[in-house]
């Protein structure tokens, strides 16, 4: 265990400075997103109520008032969410092959430290994972920061005000705050599972090369219709005949099964195959 933490705090640390550029940036970001988007409300109010003379319930009838939605809905806040998961999903494929494209090809010492290269896998796949849950950490506590700047920029008369959990039910934001822990399990054991099908493809494509990324294709694939086989019986065999809390126990089984095969799999190349 201490050496697999040890593991899990090296592959942390090379990528922390690029984690904290993630999230400085969205900070900043989310910080100006608010601010502008005040402010563009405001200047409405200012050119339809005290310009254009246009009674206040008819601007409000018009307009609506300003709630944190429609930041929630802008370039401002939507960017630096989609920048982080796309620089994310990245990650998951830099983490392996900086190992072997680098300068020097690290992977030959990774692989000769004295613990198994199981530990390997797990701590890289460790470290998406928490990366994953610090960035929606971080989001989570600018939520009450952000809502207090718009409180002290629009006034009451103009403001819708949503409590946290008003924030983390708008649209989107519910896939990052599941409301209950099935959905959490749901989005975010759904995603490891992606993760660590993705690592063993890449797996396969170190061990085998060009005919490797076939394998690692058609095994997605594999797993991937094992993941969906109770939602495809139901629909096209037995016609929606189970029910909906029936189908969620029965992925968590099928989800189970692809995450097991794919570390069994994963060692398997990673002890037998892989050429370093």
Request: with cysteine.
């Amino acid at each position: 265990m201490n050496r697999f933490l040890k593991l899990v705090n090296f592959e942390f640390n090379r990528f922390l400075k690029l984690y904290l550029v993630l999230i400085g940036m969205t900070i900043l970001l989310q910080m100006i997103g608010v601010i502008l988007e005040s402010r563009h409300y405001l200047s409405q109010v200012n050119q339809s109520i005290y310009k254009e003379l246009m009674p206040k319930q008819q601007f409000l009838e018009q307009f609506g008032t300003f709630s944190f939605s429609n930041i929630a809905h802008s370039f401002w806040f939507m960017g630096p969410i989609a920048l982080c998961i796309a620089a994310l999903v990245i990650y998951v494929f830099f983490i392996w092959y900086r190992d072997w494209f680098g300068k020097n090809t690290f992977i030959y010492r990774l692989f000769m430290l004295p613990t198994s290269r199981l530990n390997v896998y797990m701590a890289k796949a460790t470290v998406i994972f928490l990366c994953i849950l610090g960035l929606v950490a971080v989001q989570l506590l600018l939520f009450p920061l952000e809502n207090r700047i718009v409180k002290w920029m629009i006034p009451n008369e103009f403001l819708s005000v949503l409590s946290l959990n008003g924030i983390t039910n708008i649209d989107y934001l519910t896939i990052l705050y599941p409301s209950s822990f099935l959905e959490f399990i749901l989005y975010y054991g759904g995603g490891m599972i992606a993760v660590f099908m993705v690592f063993t493809a890449i797996l396969f494509e170190r061990s085998f090369r060009i005919k490797g990324i076939i394998y690692g294709i058609l095994y997605c694939a594999f797993s991937l219709f094992i993941f969906l086989a109770p939602l495809l019986v139901n629909t096209f065999l037995l016609k929606n005949y189970f029910y909906p809390l029936e189908l969620f126990f029965m992925e968590i089984v099928t989800g189970l099964i692809v995450l097991a095969g794919a570390i069994w799999t994963g060692h398997y190349l990673l002890k037998n195959k892989v050429r370093v």
